[in-house]
């Protein structure tokens, strides 16, 4: 089972991979401006309590943390040490965060923390060659215990051979979904592959994005068949 948690929402694009933003996107529709950073009503989600003093997110739950945001945007510097408090009373529960900014990662952390907590995975995202050779050598010496990497959307071919190694529990890849969505091609997806397959790493394909390049032909894909369609081609590891 899984929950997702948004302790704050907005944030401000970076990169290239943040262009067409789903956050962005799902705001527009309701007149919302994304770039602004404001916390959110379910801020102490993971411990909220039922009448009964039971928490409200039962135990063993994996918690998706911070979808609509990044949990190292500078401004929530002011929040984040009471979510790693939280983070700790509920030790029964696994926190998995994605980031684009690894590179603060050594500024935001809680005097606790130091060789991480057994309860949360971060994952880097690395949507191109250039984010992955800024950003993966960070990842590989923050002092983080479950870590992995996230190839999403994949917007051109990646060699990740270099800093592949036993450190890394999962390697994701996926396309691009919206109306603007950019061109994912099969053979990148399968190139993260094989890297993963020579380095005994587990790799899982998520989507295929909205626009789809396979053995040279581009294929629309609504985006209630992109994750079904990623999983029909059967090329996960581990």
Known sequence: MSVTWNPWHGCKKISAGCKNCYVYRIDRQHDKDSSIVRKTLNFNLPVKKKRNSDFKIPAFEKIYTCLSSDFFLDEADQWRLEVYKMMQIRKDCHFLIITKRIDRFQLCLPEDWEEGYDNVTIGVTVENQDRA??????????????????????????????????????????????????????????????????????????????????????????????????????????
């Open 133 to 238: 050779d800024y950003r993966l050598p960070l990842l590989l010496d923050a002092p983080i215990k479950h870590k992995m990497i996230i190839c999403e959307p994949l917007l051109e071919a990646i060699d990740l051979t270099k800093y592949l190694g036993d450190w890394a529990e999962l390697v994701i890849t996926g396309g691009e979904s919206g109306d603007e969505a950019r061109i994912c091609n099969y053979n990148w997806v399968l190139d993260v592959q094989k890297q993963c397959r020579q380095k005994n790493i587990p790799f899982h394909f998520k989507q295929t994005g909205a626009q789809f390049l396979k053995d040279g032909r581009l294929y629309k894909i609504n985006r209630k068949y992109q994750i079904s369609q990623a999983r029909k081609a059967g090329i996960d590891l581990g």
